[in-house]
Structures are given as C-alpha cells and as structure tokens.
C-alpha cells in the first residue's frame, strides 16, 4: 500500500472519531463556538510541545527561516493568517450545522463535496490532470450525498 493511502486511512479514522465527539459536545452540552476554541487553545499547547521537540531533535529544519516574523514572506503570513480564519469558520459552521441537523453523516457528506471543488482547482493551480475516472467519481459523489440526504 502507498504511503499516502496508509496516512489518508488513519485521517479517515482520526475525522470519524473528531466527528463523533463533536456531535455529542454539541448535541449534549452546548452548540456554542465557545467548545471548538477552547479545543484550540488545547490544541494550540501541545503544537507548542511538538514544536519544542521538534526544535529540540533538529527536525524543524525550517525553524529559523519562520520563527523570526521578520523572516517571513508577507504570502506566507498572509495564508497561514487566512488557513487559521478557515479553520476556525468551519468549526464554527461545522457546530452549527451539528446543532441544527440531524445525522452528521448526513452533514458531512455535504461537507465533504468540497472535495471536488479542491480536485477542480488544484487541477488547474498545480498541474495535474482530471480523468474520465475522476469525473465519473465525482458524479457518484453528487448522486451519493443527494441521496443520502434526501432518502
């Protein structure tokens, strides 16, 4: 098995458990936004721990280049500002749709079409070509989330 299926496999794994504890945080506790940045404070501790062992190991190569703002280029402050907003706004929304919803199979299987916005895109931004496979999967992945949803 390649690589990158084994690691897309154990982030299917690691979404369905986020999932799953989401849903009962929201639908048991509270739907306030509140939950998901506190997760990010926590999450925010122990990135700062990885990083410190990473710094620590040596395999943080480009720590120098990033860890001085004046180093970084202003597009990557810029993304890496925009990708934090992102991250914050989907869990905001990811709550909300959770709250108000019924099956969070049935919202992530809306949530997931982004899938084929990102293949269209990056098919364009870098390079890589659309199969007729590709299209036929994304056909399947339209009829499925309707169905899904509407059944």
């Given at each position: 098995?390649?690589?990158?299926?084994?690691?897309?496999?154990?982030?299917?794994?690691?979404?369905?458990?986020?999932?799953?504890?989401?849903?009962?945080?929201?639908?048991?506790?509270?739907?306030?936004?509140?939950?998901?940045?506190?997760?990010?404070?926590?999450?925010?501790?122990?990135?700062?721990?990885?990083?410190k062992n990473h710094?620590?190991?040596?395999?943080?190569?480009?720590?120098?280049?990033?860890?001085?703002?004046?180093?970084?280029?202003?597009?990557?402050?810029?993304?890496?500002?925009?990708?934090?907003?992102?991250?914050?706004?989907?869990?905001?929304?990811?709550?909300?749709?959770?709250?108000?919803?019924?099956?969070?199979?049935?919202?992530?299987?809306?949530?997931?079409?982004?899938?084929?916005?990102?293949?269209?895109?990056?098919?364009?931004?870098?390079?890589?070509?659309?199969?007729?496979?590709?299209?036929?999967?994304?056909?399947?992945?339209?009829?499925?989330?309707?169905?899904?949803?509407?059944?």
């Amino acid at each position: 098995m390649e690589k990158w299926i084994y690691y897309s496999l154990i982030l299917v794994i690691i979404y369905i458990i986020w999932t799953i504890m989401f849903e009962y945080v929201i639908k048991k506790h509270t739907d306030c936004l509140c939950i998901s940045l506190f997760t990010y404070i926590i999450a925010g501790i122990i990135s700062i721990l990885i990083l410190k062992n990473h710094i620590h190991t040596g395999e943080c190569k480009h720590y120098e280049s990033i860890s001085d703002i004046k180093n970084i280029s202003k597009t990557l402050l810029l993304f890496l500002i925009i990708m934090a907003i992102c991250i914050i706004l989907v869990n905001k929304y990811w709550a909300h749709a959770l709250s108000h919803g019924g099956n969070s199979g049935h919202i992530t299987s809306i949530s997931n079409l982004s899938i084929i916005f990102v293949t269209v895109i990056s098919t364009y931004l870098f390079d890589t070509k659309i199969k007729k496979e590709h299209i036929i999967g994304i056909g399947l992945m339209l009829g499925g989330s309707y169905f899904l949803t509407k059944c």
